[in-house]
């Protein structure tokens, strides 16, 4: 096994990170991590990362939607057990279209990469109780003022979609 000190903070450096402990209860029979409990730690990283951007679950019901998970996968690199400390990373990959979302789970004993993994979670409006194929001007809002992706203001059409053309050459 290789130890990665690559940090990959994503296209927006928008990340958040959690520490935890493996429990028995996580466990298969060898006390080696079930492989799907990796997902759980997935929801652990995504929880603090929505919570950096201000817009976790409470918010969301506020706001009249949800984000349900329509993608996910993970790659296992090597196991996690009972007891070890894990360090998971979020981090943000796309926001406009759909959450988007990278993990990386690192034994933070040793340095190595454990597992990495992608979720995709699409808006859903729960009044209308419709898919939505762009996110939320809310979260857009606040995902832009942690990443200042530009000075200017941001423009947007009638679907929400950012407006370009006034970036664009003559």
Known sequence: MR????????????FAEAEITVEFFDCDPLQIVW?????????IGRRKLLEKIGYDYTEMKKTGYAFPV????????????????????????????RLKIKYEI????????????????MAYNMTTNESCFVCPQILLEKVE?????????????ALGMQDISSSLPS
């Open 35 to 43: 492989h799907g409990n990796y997902f759980n730690y997935f929801e």
């Open 70 to 97: 329509v993608e996910a996968s993970a790659k296992y690199c090597g196991p996690l057990q009972f007891k070890d400390r894990a360090l998971i990373r979020a981090i943000l990959v796309e926001y406009e279209n």
């Open 145 to 157: 003022t942690i990443v200042n992706v530009s000075h200017a203001p941001i423009t947007r059409n």
């Open 106 to 121: 690192r034994n933070i004993q040793t340095g190595f990469i454990t597992t990495r993994g992608v979720t995709t979670q």
């Open 3 to 14: 130890r990665n000190n690559r940090q990959d903070n994503g296209p927006y450096n928008l």
